[in-house]
């Protein structure tokens, strides 16, 4: 099946800092999807991008449709503590697919922000 | 808001006891999806649901079964609990082709 590679796999840093995140994909994809999710709750959407170069912003966070549709990119700007979190990248296939409607989760990166 | 509920938050078995875990959502989707959360792995997709008394396999439907009947509700049943099926449970329902999906807080199963 699909698989997505999602690096890194856990980051440590101060409030303040700006974070970057990605995913990689051995397939092609129509939609990526960026999910946070908090300690104990399930994840939440954070941004949706559909066409390739796109690049879509959800206030300090900013997210990209790579060229090649295989990869995408989440930056977070001036981190606060809140940010803490799991991050995970989605990606879902072409409709008339098989794979339509399901989409492939990333391993997620796990976010820690010193105060 | 949308809210998917899931019946229990954390639950422990004994191994060949079979399980359900209830999902319900109440924003009318017609699309719902079970996953499993490991560390390191992500979400997996076990079965999904474009309707009522359909579903499809996931990614990883091997000792899961599911069922839906009515709308509102989606029901992972393990028919004999392994160890290997310790794990977190998400359920997510979604108004389209499961595009956007909106998660419930998560069932931690641990089974003995």
């Known amino acids: 099946g699909q698989q997505l590679n999602q690096s890194p796999q856990s980051m440590f840093i101060q409030e303040g800092e700006d974070v970057s995140m990605n995913c990689t994909s051995s397939s092609i994809f129509n939609t990526w999807l960026w999910y946070k999710q908090d300690p104990g709750e399930g994840p939440v959407l954070l941004i949706a991008?559909?066409?390739?170069?796109e690049l879509t912003s959800n206030g300090r966070l900013t997210a990209q449709f790579g060229i090649t549709r295989k990869d995408s990119f989440l930056n977070i700007s001036a981190s606060i503590p809140s940010d803490v979190g799991i991050y995970f990248c989605?990606?879902?296939?072409?409709?008339?697919?098989?794979?339509?409607?399901?989409?492939?989760f990333g391993q997620g990166t796990i976010l820690t922000v010193h105060p | 808001d949308v809210k998917v509920t899931q019946s229990s938050r954390y639950l422990v078995k004994r191994t060949g006891e079979k399980v359900f875990l209830e999902c319900v959502q109440d924003m009318d989707h017609e699309n719902m999806f079970w996953y499993r959360q490991d560390p390191g792995l992500g979400l997996r997709l076990i079965y999904f649901?474009?309707?009522?008394?359909?579903?499809e396999k996931g990614d990883i439907p091997e000792g899961y079964s599911v069922s839906r009947e009515k709308k509102e509700r989606f029901s992972l049943i393990l028919e004999s609990a392994s160890t290997n099926q310790t794990s977190m449970y998400l359920c997510?329902?979604?108004?389209?082709?499961?595009?956007?999906?909106?998660f419930g807080p998560g069932t931690r199963l641990l089974v003995l």
């Open positions: 649901s474009y309707d009522v008394k359909m579903k």
């Open positions: 989605a990606g879902q296939g072409y409709a008339g697919g098989t794979s339509y409607g399901k989409l492939t």
């Open positions: 997510a329902s979604s108004p389209d082709r499961g595009e956007t999906q909106y």
């Open positions: 991008l559909y066409k390739a170069g």
